[in-house]
């Protein structure tokens, strides 16, 4: 007997499921497939939902016509239904739930790589959705620029905006609303200045300063078609020192010569390590030192779409060659404890030809 | 050889790793028990914030110090090490990684109920932060009020604001964007008017109109501590009718009676029975029609905590007599696709000498 396939899981927690459902809820529902049917199952409070805005191809089951709300008798009487030996699942499958359908007999196998390679291959609507996820990015961007010229410096480097210190925490809201109005998420923007930018997860907080780079990482979610858009800009107000300047010279250089060597067929890995020989030319060399780590150690990029962090990934352990339809970033960085860090984020487009296009709209600078 | 314990996931996803690991990435981390040892395992991107947020009794790895960073041979030492047969984890626990470590000899067995059970227990620090959430959700529907007191009514019963029509969209960004100001994360606000309203999860879009119901259900998370508070009014601008009026009495009363009830001990299934007797005595049954569900269709609250929606449940079907330190919602609710929902839902803790303490701090009214 073969196997169908089973999601058991929310919009909101797994992207495979609002790939595969075509919409999004707070609560766990089933899809599945058998043979050349897609269908989900829906509770009472969300059947209607899911009748509007199911995806093409989606039958739309309620719990009551599998047997439920019991999920066990439902699982079950689908399997039977459809002569199903059990399911292929993703590789985030709730253990829990494996098990019971196990111990009722059936198989459940979870996929050693990703659920649905399709994902990784975007359309070009698709592309277009990311695009216009980047827009929003950028117009916060473009509102942070804004706020920056518009502060004044005081005489202990403090940056003033409107007569009151400007905290990452103040920057972070300006973005952010700016793009809430146009309909984005925006949950994990990181306004790091001076040293705090050193540790690239660091969201940044407390008051930033003049003549310290500030990096200022913008990843917002459309609510309405659940892609992200990623952005990277690092600029100081008022003088940068010698190094900063320099350690911005090598990120962007690293970064254009990077987005040049990207197509379709091209390695990831040879792609990050031609940034890391960028870096190198410029004098930047990557280590552990006292105060952790320094130079650039992370990869060079990953996909987006339906996920913040999907495949492919730019890194040195990818060797994967790049397929048409796969979009990336591009974000090499210098970090350092002494005097903070710099990144610089586009994203490029391999398009259904194999040619890259990048897809970011705003302007490089450093000093505003 | 006895279980250890083991979580595998990031602290965004799983508000078990938060609570256990005390501090939350965007990236899937190890934590793991064995004995009295608790431990955490990050990679070099992570560590420093790790070492910085831990909470206490918890020891901070480098993936170096198990031979990382392959997972496989990780987890293989750490079992190794202290003389593990295999691991207790989660029921989300990924299917993936369960099925790998069974395949190298580990036991992995998925707890059937909660993982922290002590999580359904608030001390008094933790219901701490749950009120100081809360508070931000009354900053923001307080600012709802204002802006609907300021409306205007056109000849069409449309709102209008500052001279445009005010959407759903709006007064959603001008709540959100109260609650953002204050460091809180709100992406799911419910601002639901008419029709709309009378599906719970329905969002709400497009423009308000005057004399009709606008369900307001506002739950932000602290980004800083990662508690939620979850708050529920529904007011009239205009003039309500007749229905309306008696719904919002009935479902005041059903939310009062039911608070009064609770205390340690109780029966869940009993305070949300007697919830919906309240109703009824108003006349108010409970059905599914042509235009689908309608009366009083979900359960009557939840725990929230970590999570916005995690035990106990106030439902039909919960028979667990409720425990000293429980937070719970009390949110009954009316839905009539004629003219739309009702619901009123104020926050409860049973404080650990088994009392009851509302810690909702805002006023009920239906008109404004």
């Given at each position: 007997?073969?196997?169908?396939q089973l999601?058991?899981?929310?919009?909101?927690?797994?992207?495979d499921?609002?790939?595969?459902a075509g919409?999004?809820?707070?609560d766990?529902?089933?899809w599945?497939s058998?043979g050349?049917l897609r269908g989900?199952?829906?509770?009472?409070?969300?059947?209607?939902?899911?009748?509007c805005s199911?995806?093409?191809?989606?039958q739309v089951?309620?719990?009551?016509?599998?047997?439920g709300?019991?999920?066990?008798?439902m699982?079950g009487n689908?399997?039977?239904?459809?002569?199903?030996?059990?399911?292929?699942?993703p590789?985030?499958?709730?253990?829990?739930?494996?098990?019971r359908?196990?111990?009722a007999?059936?198989?459940?196998k979870a996929?050693?790589g990703?659920?649905f390679?399709?994902r990784?291959v975007?359309?070009?609507?698709?592309a277009?959705?990311?695009?216009?996820?980047?827009?929003?990015?950028e117009?916060g961007?473009r509102?942070?620029?804004?706020v920056?010229?518009e502060?004044?410096?005081?005489?202990?480097?403090?940056?003033?905006?409107?007569?009151?210190?400007?905290?990452?925490?103040?920057?972070?809201?300006?973005?952010?609303?700016?793009m809430?109005?146009?309909?984005?998420l925006?949950?994990?923007?990181?306004?790091?200045g001076?040293?705090?930018?050193s540790?690239p997860h660091?969201?940044?907080?407390g008051?930033l300063?003049?003549d310290s780079?500030i990096?200022m990482d913008?990843f917002?979610?459309?609510?309405?078609?659940?892609?992200w858009?990623d952005l990277t800009r690092?600029v100081?107000?008022?003088?940068?020192s010698?190094i900063v300047?320099?350690?911005?010279?090598a990120v962007?250089?690293?970064r254009?010569t990077a987005k040049?060597?990207?197509?379709a067929g091209v390695?990831?890995?040879a792609v990050h390590?031609?940034?890391v020989r960028?870096?190198?030319?410029?004098g930047?060399?990557t280590g552990r030192?006292?105060k952790?780590?320094y130079?650039?150690?992370?990869?060079l990029?990953?996909g987006v779409?339906l996920?913040?962090?999907?495949?492919?990934?730019l890194?040195?352990?990818c060797?994967?060659?790049?397929?048409p339809?796969a979009?990336?970033t591009?974000?090499?960085?210098l970090?350092?404890?002494?005097?903070?860090?710099?990144?610089?984020?586009?994203?490029?487009?391999?398009?259904?030809a194999?040619a890259?296009?990048?897809?970011?709209r705003?302007?490089d600078?450093?000093v505003?």
């Amino acid at each position: 007997m073969p196997l169908g396939q089973l999601i058991l899981a929310s919009g909101e927690a797994s992207s495979d499921m609002r790939y595969a459902a075509g919409f999004s809820t707070p609560d766990e529902f089933i899809w599945f497939s058998a043979g050349s049917l897609r269908g989900v199952v829906m509770s009472a409070l969300e059947y209607d939902r899911a009748r509007c805005s199911a995806a093409s191809g989606v039958q739309v089951f309620s719990e009551e016509e599998w047997g439920g709300p019991d999920r066990l008798t439902m699982l079950g009487n689908i399997a039977a239904k459809y002569e199903l030996a059990g399911f292929s699942v993703p590789g985030d499958f709730p253990l829990r739930w494996a098990d019971r359908l196990r111990n009722a007999g059936l198989v459940v196998k979870a996929e050693e790589g990703p659920f649905f390679p399709e994902r990784e291959v975007k359309s070009e609507e698709e592309a277009e959705k990311i695009t216009r996820s980047l827009r929003q990015a950028e117009a916060g961007c473009r509102r942070a620029f804004a706020v920056l010229r518009e502060t004044e410096i005081a005489r202990d480097k403090t940056l003033l905006w409107r007569g009151e210190p400007l905290t990452s925490e103040i920057l972070r809201f300006e973005i952010d609303s700016t793009m809430m109005k146009a309909g984005m998420l925006a949950t994990g923007t990181i306004c790091a200045g001076g040293e705090q930018g050193s540790r690239p997860h660091d969201q940044g907080s407390g008051v930033l300063r003049a003549d310290s780079p500030i990096v200022m990482d913008i990843f917002p979610r459309s609510a309405a078609t659940g892609y992200w858009g990623d952005l990277t800009r690092t600029v100081v107000r008022g003088v940068p020192s010698d190094i900063v300047k320099k350690a911005y010279d090598a990120v962007l250089d690293a970064r254009e010569t990077a987005k040049k060597k990207l197509a379709a067929g091209v390695i990831p890995s040879a792609v990050h390590d031609e940034a890391v020989r960028v870096l190198e030319r410029y004098g930047f060399h990557t280590g552990r030192g006292e105060k952790g780590d320094y130079g650039f150690f992370h990869g060079l990029g990953h996909g987006v779409g339906l996920d913040i962090h999907e495949a492919p990934r730019l890194s040195r352990r990818c060797d994967d060659p790049l397929k048409p339809g796969a979009v990336v970033t591009v974000e090499p960085g210098l970090y350092y404890p002494e005097w903070g860090g710099i990144r610089l984020e586009d994203m490029v487009y391999i398009d259904p030809a194999g040619a890259p296009r990048c897809l970011t709209r705003i302007e490089d600078f450093l000093v505003l």
